[in-house]
């Protein structure tokens, strides 16, 4: 099939912005159009490494649209962004339905920063959209932003290395002054980890800027209260607005994605409905789509799952030729459907429902008071909670390092700008004093959780307001301790986010999600919890006073005496949801040997 490439075709939103796009499609015919909107620019190796090839994609009978997003290649305005993907995503999925070489059915997928367009076009529900396909993306920008109240420091380098460098050479500003916001810059991204660690945060001149910072940086650094962040909530994502899906949608992410709850979380509103899927992998937010022999969970590599175009290629063909093509659009839709991995089983399973039936096992914290050592006084039992309350300091000027998971920020010690993220050994970090650890006794038999996590802590301060971090980790045979998902919660904002401040000294009830997990403890395993109350970079700092984190100076800072209770009138509980059973799931399309994909594009 011969594909004609047309380079730079232009179309205008509602308020006169020109876009540009590349448009990929068979020479002859009408076909269905799949729309690729990027902010990253549509001529690079970006386009078509992640997921899929445009080129092998029209060569199934698609027009492929790859549109730079406003303000980035060669499109025209400014970028806003999230804010602009659901009027402009829109725009262009109704344009490219009245092209001459399209049938009208249009699609939408991408991964990323291209998900969070495609989620913003789900949203804006055009008529023309018939299914759309997200890979490791967020339909709840707050949630994104915010982890249990706490800022996540990945926007900011996320805003640094991809944002403000297309951002300050579009300000209408004299050439002078834009030279020396690229100086600026050009300092802070050259010393990221230094830009991360800066007290207060928003004293950062460009973040604070919301010409440059936009909405992403105000919300973050809470310079204009909580409009902003509401904004961002209210219109623009699905999350809190799941009704907003119309269109069948599957999404694809990874139990180390830093989105994947997200999404868990919309398919866990949506399921109800026919038409829609999710897969998670044991990928991390890179590793679904860089590794194609074995998909990268950090210190695992899983040969079962590979990612990349060569496996997540056919499955977008499968996806819209289902939705899109003559033949097939239009058709009963099928119930919807989560295919998840189970990491420690390394096997794949599917459910029509998340979570899978299962039942609650709670483990009761418990110790004679000494819990921040790996002693083993600390312990996980199915017993009632008892012992003595365990105590740690908290110097926020020493915070304890962040150690794989859903961390994309920086290298522990700050060598690096991007981290090892995925499963990592968690000793180094467990050997602190102001960290504590509570284990279960050996397994004997398999432990499969498969759904949420779940941490009820009775805990006090000495200060007005605190942060708890919580992580599950898997302590195998051989001593290594592999962190399996944690959560954290921003003592002020426990009950939404109105201030609500502790009683120094005072036991105060925390509850701590630690999202979703499919995990299999396997016999000869021990199950553990660690209890910290930072974790950096991956979040924002907590420098325990009254003013607001993100902008407390170093000065500020105060030291806390921290205690976590575990007795009969402050019962202390790690809630995980258990299966028994589970269904396996076929080879499909985890198998690349099945797919074709190397054929196809040959």
């Not at 990027?38 to 090839?53: G, I, N």
């Not at 944002?163 to 004299?174: H, S």
């Not at 996806?319 to 009963?332: I, M, S």
Request: charged share 20%.
């Amino acid at each position: 099939m011969n594909i004609i490439v047309e380079t730079d075709v232009t179309m205008t939103t509602r308020d006169g912005v020109i876009l540009s796009s590349d448009v990929y499609r068979p020479e002859e015919g009408r076909h269905p159009v799949l729309l690729y909107r990027t902010p990253y620019d549509k001529s690079t190796t970006l386009v078509s490494a992640p997921v899929a090839d445009p080129t092998w994609l029209a060569r199934q009978g698609y027009v492929v649209v790859v549109q730079d997003s406003r303000g980035t290649g060669a499109s025209e305005g400014m970028l806003e962004l999230f804010l602009q993907e659901h009027d402009d995503g829109y725009d262009a999925v109704e344009w490219a339905a009245v092209q001459d070489w399209s049938t009208g059915n249009v699609g939408i997928f991408g991964p990323s920063a291209f998900g969070f367009a495609t989620l913003g076009a789900v949203a804006a529900r055009p008529p023309s959209l018939k299914a759309a396909m997200a890979f490791v993306a967020g339909p709840d920008i707050s949630r994104s932003l915010f982890t249990g109240g706490a800022g996540s420091l990945f926007w900011i380098s996320f805003l640094y290395g991809s944002v403000m460098p297309q951002i300050i050479p579009r300000l209408d500003l004299p050439e002078d002054e834009r030279s020396k916001l690229m100086e600026t810059w050009l300092e802070g991204i050259s010393n990221l980890p230094e830009t991360l660690a800066q007290l207060p945060l928003s004293g950062d001149e460009l973040l604070a800027d919301e010409r440059i910072g936009g909405t992403i940086g105000a919300a973050l650094l809470r310079t204009s209260g909580k409009d902003r962040l509401r904004e961002l909530e209210n219109q623009r994502c699905l999350a809190p607005n799941p009704e907003w899906v119309e269109a069948p949608l599957a999404m694809v992410t990874g139990w180390y994605d830093m989105f994947c709850q997200g999404m868990v979380e919309l398919y866990r509103d949506i399921q109800s409905r026919p038409g829609h899927e999710l897969m998670v992998g044991p990928w991390t937010h890179y590793g679904a789509y860089t590794s194609y022999t074995g998909g990268q969970g950090g210190a695992r590599a899983y040969v079962k799952a590979p990612g990349g175009p060569p496996i997540f290629g056919p499955k977008i063909i499968e996806w819209f030729d289902r939705w899109l093509k003559a033949d097939t659009a239009g058709q009963q839709p099928a119930d919807s459907r989560v295919d998840f991995y189970v990491i420690g089983e390394d096997q794949w399973a599917t459910s029509a429902t998340w979570p899978p039936a299962g039942d609650t096992v709670k483990f009761a914290l418990a110790s004679s008071g000494s819990a921040g050592t790996l002693a083993d006084d600390g312990r996980l039992t199915l017993a009632e909670p008892s012992g003595t309350a365990d105590s740690y300091t908290y110097d926020p000027l020493n915070p304890v390092e962040t150690r794989g998971g859903v961390n994309m920020v920086a290298e522990v010690g700050f060598s690096l700008h991007h981290s090892p993220d995925g499963i990592q050994d968690q000793r180094p970090v467990e050997a602190r004093d102001d960290v504590l650890v509570y284990t279960s006794d050996v397994l004997e038999e398999p432990l499969r959780v498969v759904g949420p996590v779940r941490l009820t802590v009775w805990a006090s301060s000495s200060a007005d307001d605190t942060d708890f971090v919580a992580r599950l980790v898997d302590v195998e045979p051989d001593g290594f301790s592999a962190n399996v998902t944690e959560g954290v919660v921003r003592a002020r904002y426990r009950d939404g986010r109105d201030d609500a401040w502790l009683t120094p000294g005072e036991p105060t009830e925390f509850e701590i999600s630690l999202g979703d997990v499919a995990h299999c403890f396997g016999p000869g395993h021990r199950v553990r919890l660690d209890i910290t109350s930072s974790s950096f970079p991956m979040y924002s700092r907590n420098l325990n006073t009254r003013t607001i984190p993100e902008q407390a100076s170093a000065d500020e800072a105060v030291i806390a005496e921290q205690s976590v209770l575990h007795d009969s009138d402050h019962p202390s509980r790690l809630e995980l949801h258990v299966v028994s059973d589970i269904q396996p799931l076929g080879v499909g399309f985890v198998d690349p040997a099945n797919q074709g994909y190397e054929e196809l594009s040959s």
